[in-house]
């Protein structure tokens, strides 16, 4: 006998019509084929976190491109010791060189910001020194460390507006620069990559302003000459180049190109999954070819797209941290990709990142823990009972670790009722922040700060954009500034300590500030602000993971929190706390409603939550229908039958993207329902 059901959507979960199948969106008959349905529905899926200035990807897929799982991340690393814009990146022992570059593009005329200046990364000492300046300025240029550990800087744009057919050599050994011979054309927006044999590929670019060649110079160290190898198929500038471990050079573009040194010919790699231009390439040690972010629609990107010749496809990786055109982009010596520098469309970079493998297991939060505001989709209080309110529509985003505040720099703020668990005497406040805007005006964070009446401890980004935070002790308000520079577009973690003697200021988990402030900090009855107060101060941008603690965390502590990274900090651990199946006579059908309720073990209920709920029908059937939470942290099932008899239904599975599911902590996961 056939049985016909007929199956809605519960709140949160999206129909196949919806994810493009053809299906009715709101009636669907199906039989014995039902799950495999819901399946595809559920496996195409879809991520709803509202107006997102944080997209991971912003061009359709090409055919064959899957996303890669995370197993890696970026996180920033020293600053440069000044912005640049395309700027030329290599190898150094243990690190990297950044080279040349533009200072100051968007604020004077061409040319007044091109540079000899040059400088050197160490990952022991994790940060920039100076090394001797190059003979000729140069940006939109080409940079290569040879196999003798000598550094190339090639071609390249001058103040004066010209192209230079110029190319000089860093020794390490000397600390200085010599030319080398000429080459025998005016090049710059090219790229250039260490061959195997030794020699220096230096790929496309051209004489003019945004137009490529199909040109291949070769430099060989051993003759300090030039000569001219195969071309490439199509004119190529403003892209990256890389030589894999099989010993082909790539030439990294939206429709990349690799050379076979063995039998001299050129081939095209799949287009990228993200189309653009203005990016940089680079090779990992295991021989994947790396494209990092570029432009230009819809503006500056962070993403990174990743090349396996075995599997001649790309991959989806980790996005930077930072939105990057023309950055430069090198493996280092330290066997870790970095990229530094380039521009976001507002300004130069200072910041530079470093790919690094990561554990995607979250750590356990350091003692003293008061509250914490995860931005789940919830301003409830994941740790204690100070739960949020969003002002004037205060929404969320992608975040950090999960999802997190988005605030407009308007009148969004959220605001948390005064209480006395909020009153500490010593303290911590921490958060993870991305600003997209209101530069050079002081940013509320978080903390209880009234203004013009009473204050008591705030933590933010002040007027010339750094960390800035204060307490209120007997002795009065004490304020302090950091020292380094906060960008816009880019991740950071920031955090406040008061030990009752000292006020620290922590910038992505290293002290940045200190000032002497002894006593308790004077409570009040402020409420807490995140991303704003009641005087103003918006943030403009996402706040992730604001925290207070009743203690000042050591510096190990709040390095681990930044360390973390997107595997965060574990937050309480969610389980099934009921299952409560029903149904209504309608006509000849009865509707069947089975909603499923996931908290955690503060009794919130959990938003986003993947539930499959397995069912027996009457006639011994088995389904399995996979539901999404709402933000009361019900899923529901709900479908029509006309067949009466007893229905079993068990919660089979539970997943969550920020939060773990422990299964010994449920309530009830089975019951049955008596249709007569």
């Known amino acids: 006998m056939k049985t016909n059901y007929s199956f809605r959507s519960a709140p949160g979960h999206r129909s196949p019509s919806e994810n493009g199948f053809s299906t009715p969106r709101v009636l669907l008959s199906v039989t014995l084929c039902l799950w495999s349905v819901w399946a595809v529905a559920a496996l195409s899926g879809s991520v709803v976190d509202g107006a997102n200035p944080v997209p991971l990807i912003n061009q359709p897929l090409v055919p064959g491109a899957i996303a890669l799982p995370a197993s890696s991340a970026w996180q920033l690393i020293s600053p440069m010791s000044m912005r640049r814009t395309h700027v030329a990146v290599a190898p150094a022992p243990d690190g990297i060189y950044a080279l040349g570059g533009d200072t100051d593009r968007y604020v004077c005329s061409w040319g007044c910001g091109i540079t000899t200046s040059a400088e050197r990364y160490s990952s022991a000492t994790g940060s920039w020194s100076a090394i001797a300046p190059m003979h000729k300025s140069r940006c939109y240029f080409a940079a290569a460390t040879g196999s003798d550990g000598r550094v190339y800087a090639i071609g390249g744009w001058t103040p004066d507006g010209d192209v230079t057919n110029t190319a000089e050599v860093y020794s390490p050994d000397t600390d200085s620069w010599v030319f080398i011979d000429t080459m025998p054309v005016r090049v710059a927006m090219e790229a250039a990559t260490t061959g195997q044999d030794g020699r220096i590929y230096v790929l496309g670019g051209g004489p003019v302003m945004n137009q490529g060649t199909t040109n291949v110079l070769i430099y060989d160290p051993a003759t300090n000459g030039w000569s001219y190898g195969p071309p490439m198929l199509e004119p190529l500038a403003l892209h990256g180049a890389a030589t894999g471990s099989d010993g082909r050079i790539y030439a990294v573009a939206y429709n990349s190109e690799v050379y076979d040194p063995v039998s001299g010919v050129w081939s095209f790699l799949p287009p990228l999954p993200t189309a653009r231009a203005y990016l940089a390439g680079a090779a990992d040690r295991d021989g994947q070819i790396y494209a990092l972010g570029g432009c230009c629609s819809p503006g500056a990107l962070k993403e990174v797209d990743i090349y396996s010749p075995v599997t001649n496809a790309w991959v989806i990786g980790s996005p930077m941290l930072a939105q990057r055109s023309t950055p430069g982009v090198a493996l280092g010596g330290d066997g870790r990709l970095y990229a530094v520098g380039g521009s976001d469309d507002t300004l130069n970079l200072q910041s530079a990142e470093v790919l690094v493998t990561v554990d995607r297991n979250c750590v356990s939060p350091p003692s003293g823990l008061i509250s914490w505001w995860s931005g789940d989709k919830t301003a409830d209080d994941v740790q204690g009972t100070n739960t949020g309110t969003l002002l004037n529509g205060a929404s969320f985003a992608k975040g950090m670790a999960g999802p997190g505040f988005m605030l407009d720099g308007l009148d969004d703020w959220v605001m948390i009722p005064t209480s006395s668990s909020l009153n500490q005497p010593k303290l911590t406040v921490d958060a993870w922040i991305y600003l997209t805007g209101n530069a050079n005006m002081f940013r509320h964070v978080i903390g209880k700060d009234g203004v013009v009446t009473t204050r008591e401890y705030s933590l933010g980004v002040n007027n010339v954009n750094t960390v800035e935070g204060f307490v209120v002790v007997p002795s009065g308000l004490k304020a302090v500034a950091g020292v380094t520079n906060v960008e816009l577009n880019t991740w950071y973690h920031i955090a406040m300590t008061h030990d009752g ?35 103003g101060d918006l943030t403009k941008g996402i706040i992730d993971e604001p925290q207070i603690f009743s203690r000042a965390l050591t510096d190990a502590e709040i390095l681990a929190i930044y360390q973390a990274g997107a595997s965060g900090q574990c937050k309480p651990e969610i389980f099934v706390s009921s299952i409560d199946p029903s149904y209504k006579a309608r006509g000849s059908e009865y509707s069947i409603s089975m909603p499923v309720l996931i908290q955690d073990v503060n009794g919130v209920g959990i938003q986003d939550a993947t539930v499959q709920v397995g069912s027996m029908f009457p006639d011994g059937q088995l389904l399995t229908f996979p539901v999404k939470t709402d933000e009361m942290g019900v899923g529901t099932v709900k479908f029509s039958t006309t067949s009466t008899g007893l229905y079993k239904f068990k919660v089979r599975k539970v997943s969550h993207p920020t939060r773990e599911y422990n299964a010994s902590l449920n309530v009830e996961t089975t019951d049955t329902l008596q249709i007569p």
């Open 501 to 535: 003697l000292k006020l620290r200021l922590y910038l992505n988990g290293v002290e940045n500030a200190v000032l002497d402030a002894v006593g308790d900090i004077v409570p009040t009855r402020n409420s807490v602000g995140i991303g704003g107060d009641v005087t």
